[in-house]
């Protein structure tokens, strides 16, 4: 039994249709997603000494940023200065208190980091249903990124002039 070409026609665009009105009715049903973005220029540390590698081009450093940005050090201090354990335990644990590794997995959940093409910035995203909640946890993502690195920096001074103080 052969099916004719106009027969072939009508089941592909009725199911065509079908798709398109399910995938509408779940667009509709579906709560709105807010996305926040916050921007960061991030340059690479410089390094010192007749010894050191060149600092001019590493392949990995916008990647090592990136895992940074998403290590406890950095998202545990978002958990704390936001209070996400209390206010997302409320809304994911009713009413209990999150860990901190669970409100970190929720933070990556919902995260999105990019870099601007042919730039040193770097794009930090966080989606949520509340607006405000995603512009809040994407810039403090980044202003605890910044700290992070401000603090690294000092580290590392401070580790020099202790080696140049014994040596």
Request: hydrophobic share 45%.
């Amino acid at each position: 039994m052969e099916i004719s070409p106009k027969i072939l026609l009508g089941f592909s665009l009725l199911f065509a249709g079908l798709v398109s009105c399910v995938v509408g009715l779940w667009l509709l049903l579906s709560p709105a997603q807010y996305r926040a973005t916050a921007r960061i220029e991030v340059n690479q540390e410089p390094t010192d000494g007749p010894n050191a590698p060149d600092a001019s081009f590493n392949p990995y450093f916008i990647q090592t940023e990136f895992e940074i940005i998403q290590s406890q050090a950095v998202l545990g201090r978002v958990i704390g200065a936001l209070n996400l354990n209390v206010e997302w335990g409320k809304k994911y644990a009713g009413g209990g208190t999150l860990t901190t590794n669970i409100a970190i997995a929720i933070l990556k959940k919902h995260l999105n980091l990019a870099i601007e093409h042919n730039t040193k910035l770097i794009e930090i995203s966080f989606a949520s249903e509340d607006p405000n909640e995603a512009a809040k946890v994407a810039n403090a993502i980044t202003m605890a990124f910044q700290d992070y690195r401000i603090e690294r920096r000092q580290q590392m001074t401070r580790d020099g002039i202790k080696l140049l103080e014994d040596g």
